[in-house]
């Protein structure tokens, strides 16, 4: 059973730090690319980021968090990590990874993703 575990979320004040943590199991992790989604309240889920399974972890990020997030993996943890700096309100959302399974290129749609985690919330106060 394929489980992807979020955790770091939380508060943080406009132009502060968080970093989010995905634990996953039950699947190759080092086959999969992985992603960032986040869904604000009332909004699509949108990406935010990607890094892909190669060696090296080609990074991909959406134009409104390029510069500001980061994302790595540890294969030998099975883990990725989102580093989100100079967190702005706007950044408010649920937080999800997810895994794609595709052998191509690496993808910016959600539908596209096998499996996703529970999310964790992110809140950015002005």
């Known amino acids: 059973q394929v489980q992807l575990v979020e955790s770091g979320g939380g508060l943080v004040q406009a132009g502060g730090s968080l970093r989010l943590s995905c634990a996953a199991s039950g699947l190759a992790f080092s086959n999969y690319h992985m992603g960032w989604f986040r869904q604000g309240l009332g909004n699509e889920r949108e990406f935010v980021g990607a890094i892909s399974r190669w060696s090296g972890g080609t990074t991909y990020y959406a134009d409104s968090v390029k510069g500001r997030f980061t994302i790595s993996r540890d294969n030998a943890k099975n883990t990725i990590y989102l580093q989100m700096n100079t967190l702005k309100p706007e950044d408010t959302a649920v937080y999800y990874c997810?895994?794609?399974?595709?052998?191509?290129?690496?993808?910016?749609?959600?539908?596209?993703?096998?499996?996703w985690g529970q999310g964790t919330q992110v809140t950015v106060s002005s």
């Open positions: 997810a895994a794609d399974s595709a052998t191509g290129h690496v993808r910016r749609t959600r539908n596209e993703y096998d499996y």
